[in-house]
C-alpha cells in the first residue's frame, strides 16, 4: 500500500510540475509540441512503471507462496505418520 501512495504522489507531482512549463513554449511553437510530446511520454512511461511495480510486487507473493508450499509439503512428508 504504501507504494502505491508513493506513486501516486509522484504522479501527482509530475502532474503539477507540468503547470510550470517555461514562457517560450507558446502554443503552436516546435517547443510547445515538444513539451507536449514528451509530457505524454512522460506519462505513459509512468504508467508503464506502475503496472511493471505491481507485476512484480505479485510476483514477489507467488514466490513466496511457492516457497512456503514447498517447505510446507516437505515438512509433511517427513513427519512421521501414526
Known sequence: MRE???????????R???K????I???GSATAREVAHLT??????SKQL?????ALEIMGKLHG???????AASRHLRSPRG
Do not use: D, H
Not at 506502475?50 to 505491481?54: C, D, F, L, P, Y
Open 4 to 14: 502505491w501512495a508513493q506513486a501516486r504522489e509522484a504522479a501527482g507531482a509530475a
Open 16 to 18: 503539477s510540475s507540468r
Open 20 to 23: 510550470a512549463l517555461p514562457a
Open 25 to 27: 513554449a507558446t502554443k
Open 40 to 45: 505524454r511520454e512522460i506519462a505513459r512511461l
Open 50 to 54: 506502475m503496472r511493471t511495480e505491481a
Open 65 to 71: 507462496l511457492a516457497v512456503w508450499g514447498r517447505e
